[in-house]
């Protein structure tokens, strides 16, 4: 069975300071991996995908970038944050056709 | 540009009425629909889903109904609990394994 996991549960972190959020997927190989944000009470935004490793894509960047250095991991990052980063930063794998997600990070910049 | 709309943006319903959710698209090439769920504080997960072959989709008290000439489908859910109390998100998928979101709907069911 495929597992998810992500980290850190939860950061509070401040403005302008850097961030670094994981995700590891096991039980699966070469899975498509997504990044996606959602604010309080908002709909899913997707920012970036990956196919294979080393090569990602991005939908919507919101002054993040993300990469996949080995098939299992897929991270999510900035060296400076912005009080508009808080949310809920979400992973996830696709398995015939359905996107699978992670339990996800929640984010506050303050 | 907003590809799959959902409707109402929130739904109040009494537990044992039927809820329905609704939600069309605008690209016909679209041939994959699932339906998450997603409670407070937790990540979506799928609940339901259709392919374009079928007009119709059943899983217990949940039901989805497709209308391919209208590009619109609905998701039926009988007998309401206040378990299912939740944020209901519709997406459509292409070959690209790419899922375009609603924007959800948020139901309360009233005990």
């Known amino acids: 069975a495929q597992t998810i996991h992500q980290w850190p549960v939860a950061e509070i972190k401040a403005v302008g300071s850097p961030l670094s959020l994981g995700c590891t997927i096991k039980g699966k190989s070469s899975p498509n991996l997504y990044w996606y944000w959602q604010a309080t009470g908002g709909t899913l935004q997707q920012l970036f995908y990956s196919i294979t490793v080393g090569q990602v894509e991005s939908v919507v960047q919101l002054n993040l970038s993300a990469s996949r250095p080995k098939d299992d991991q897929f991270i999510l990052s900035t060296e400076k944050l912005l009080l508009s980063h808080s949310g809920f930063y979400l992973c996830a794998w696709t398995g015939q056709d359905t996107q699978y997600f992670g339990p996800g990070t929640r984010l506050l910049v303050l | 540009q907003q590809q799959v709309r959902q409707s109402p943006q929130s739904l109040t319903v009494w537990e044992g009425e039927t809820a329905i959710l609704n939600c069309s698209y605008e690209d016909s090439t679209f041939d994959y629909f699932p339906w998450y769920w997603q409670f407070p504080r937790e990540s979506p997960a799928l609940l339901i889903a259709i392919r374009p072959v079928s007009n119709k989709k059943e899983d217990g008290r949940f039901t989805i109904f497709f209308n391919k000439r209208e590009k619109k489908l609905s998701l039926h859910i009988t007998d309401s609990q206040p378990g299912d109390s939740a944020t209901y998100f519709c997406?459509?998928?292409?070959?690209?394994?790419?899922?375009?979101w609603g924007s959800g709907t948020k139901l309360i069911i009233k005990p």
């Open positions: 997406a459509a998928s292409d070959s690209n394994y790419q899922l375009i």
